[in-house]
């Protein structure tokens, strides 16, 4: 009878152990997201790329008054639960200025669409 409780309360922990390692990996996501904001004379546009814990951004600014701007943002992320239900990603990027910071914001995810901060980022379909 002992034996058998030390095996049942093994399993347990171990159990319990599998499943917080799991959730300390966190949720990742794969493929490209866009949101393109138009204003007539000038159109900007954010595309996310997340592969494993890796994000990439390009902000792409095209006016009437200047050339193609591109900027190439690189870094991590982090996607976690809070005690509410709701989500937040937390973003580390390697270079900031004043449209890309590091730091924790409001994330949604649906079947073919992120929503960061409030912005609304399409699923890009791959070729």
Do not use: Q
């Amino acid at each position: 009878m002992k034996k058998s409780i030390k095996i049942i309360a093994i399993a347990v922990v171990a159990l319990m152990l599998c499943l917080s390692l799991t959730s300390c990996f966190g949720k990742k996501l794969d493929g490209t997201y866009l949101a393109e904001v138009d204003v007539g004379l000038v159109k900007t546009s954010y595309e996310y790329t997340f592969e494993g814990k890796n994000v990439t951004v390009v902000r792409t600014a095209d006016s009437a008054f200047s050339s193609e701007d591109k900027t190439t943002y690189t870094g991590t992320y982090e996607i976690n639960e809070l005690d509410n239900g709701d989500l937040e990603i937390t973003f580390e990027f390697e270079k900031e200025d004043d449209f890309i910071k590091s730091g924790t914001v409001s994330f949604e995810e649906g079947k073919d669409y992120v929503k960061i901060n409030g912005t609304t980022y399409n699923l890009v379909e791959e070729d």
